[in-house]
């Protein structure tokens, strides 16, 4: 038997891939399990993800912020829509990106069919939604007039930001630059004992 602790029993938590309930399910799990055995300081959850299901990611975010034990949040690769929503409810000041870290920021899309009257609830609900993603992002980055959200972060169109540029608009708290590597100095020969 291996003494050798796993990241899981370090508090550290993955979210690679989509947001979806395969992926969003053994972290809540975890995130419920680390609060009952009360067991660490805080939690970390790395992510690399392109987003999904935006009501999977709210299940996330709501046991994010009932848990005791804080969540520090890094984004490495690719932080995208849903997943970036789940690196803005990280703890604040842990929440870090890694410097070359895309992240995306854009409205959230839907694919409704059916009925007049279909459509018309479906967009009820849509609407509560945008709700919600407005609240969250005001509540996380700070940013609280509607309008400048719209025009900075949540416009029609994709918006692409850089780890520094999303620091800046407040969805992280800061970018992580990476340990410099030392190599190995070459032995210094002293030329005088060179025959």
Same mark, same amino acid.
């Given at each position: 038997?291996?003494?050798? *602790?796993?990241?899981?029993?370090?508090?550290?938590?993955?979210?690679?891939?989509?947001?979806?309930?395969?992926?969003?399910?053994?972290?809540?799990?975890?995130?419920?399990?680390?609060?009952?055995?009360?067991?660490?300081?805080?939690?970390?959850?790395?992510?690399?993800?392109?987003?999904?299901?935006?009501?999977?990611?709210?299940?996330?975010?709501?046991?994010?912020?009932?848990?005791?034990?804080?969540?520090?949040?890094?984004?490495?690769?690719?932080?995208?829509?849903?997943?970036?929503?789940?690196?803005?409810?990280?703890?604040?000041?842990?929440?870090?990106?890694?410097?070359?870290?895309?992240?995306?920021?854009?409205?959230?899309?839907?694919?409704?069919?059916?009925?007049?009257?279909?459509?018309?609830?479906?967009?009820?609900?849509?609407?509560?939604?945008?709700?919600?993603?407005?609240?969250?992002?005001?509540?996380?980055?700070?940013?609280?007039?509607?309008?400048?959200? !719209?025009?900075?972060?949540?416009?029609?169109?994709?918006?692409?930001?850089?780890?520094? !540029?999303?620091?800046?608009?407040?969805?992280?708290?800061?970018?992580? !630059?990476?340990?410099?590597?030392?190599?190995? *100095?070459?032995?210094?020969?002293?030329?005088?004992?060179?025959?």
């Amino acid at each position: 038997m291996s003494n050798t *602790p796993s990241l899981e029993d370090e508090g550290v938590l993955m979210l690679f891939g989509p947001v979806a309930g395969s992926s969003v399910e053994p972290l809540i799990r975890r995130i419920l399990e680390h609060n009952l055995r009360r067991d660490r300081p805080h939690l970390r959850l790395y992510i690399n993800s392109p987003g999904g299901s935006v009501d999977q990611g709210f299940a996330l975010l709501d046991i994010m912020a009932w848990s005791r034990i804080p969540i520090y949040t890094t984004g490495m690769g690719q932080i995208a829509s849903m997943a970036l929503m789940v690196l803005m409810a990280g703890a604040r000041g842990h929440r870090t990106l890694l410097p070359r870290t895309s992240v995306l920021s854009h409205r959230f899309s839907t694919t409704v069919a059916g009925t007049h009257a279909d459509l018309l609830a479906s967009r009820v609900h849509e609407d509560h939604v945008y709700s919600r993603i407005l609240d969250h992002y005001a509540r996380c980055t700070g940013i609280v007039d509607r309008l400048r959200l !719209e025009s900075e972060l949540l416009r029609p169109t994709d918006r692409w930001l850089t780890a520094p !540029e999303a620091v800046t608009l407040g969805l992280a708290d800061q970018v992580l !630059e990476q340990p410099q590597v030392i190599a190995n *100095p070459q032995p210094q020969v002293d030329v005088s004992l060179v025959h």
